[in-house]
């Protein structure tokens, strides 16, 4: 009898311990959930995601890269350069896009894009300019 008793507590304990494990994993896991959400935070900014849609259906990956210089600078060194930039060299950057520009990062060309608007042109400078990080 008393054996069994004891057996109970025995159970009784090892069932607490499990609970305990769980809630300790849970509140890990949580925590990776908010580290997750900073990221998120970029993913739905919409002149992030407009920008880039923008540029993934433009030209402008055959020549550049997010990371690495391809024939033109990437886009980090691009938003190194103008890190926050105020609204007039924005509207300038936008304009480069538009009619081209060179000299600014070497002797190579950006050929012009007459097609894009200017408002389009702005939001792929924001967009270039969030992935300062
Ligand atoms: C033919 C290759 C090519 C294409 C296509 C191209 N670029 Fe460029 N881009 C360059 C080069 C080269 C430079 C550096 C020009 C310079 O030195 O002034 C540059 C520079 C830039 C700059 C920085 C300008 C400055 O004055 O610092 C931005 C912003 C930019 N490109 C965005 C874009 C976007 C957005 C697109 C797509 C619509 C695009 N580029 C398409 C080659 C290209």
Known sequence: MFRRQFFFIFLLLVLVS???NTSTTESANSSVVKEGA???SLQSDP????????VAKSDCLTC????DKLIGPSYKEIAVKY???PNDVITALAKKII???VGNWGNVPMTPHPSISQDDAETMVRYILTLNK
């Open 38 to 40: 900073s990221k998120k």
């Open 47 to 54: 002149v992030y995601t407009k920008g880039l849609g923008l």
């Open 18 to 20: 499990c609970q305990n």
């Open 83 to 85: 890190a926050d930039a």
């Open 64 to 67: 550049h890269k997010i990371d």
């Open 99 to 101: 009619n081209g520009s």
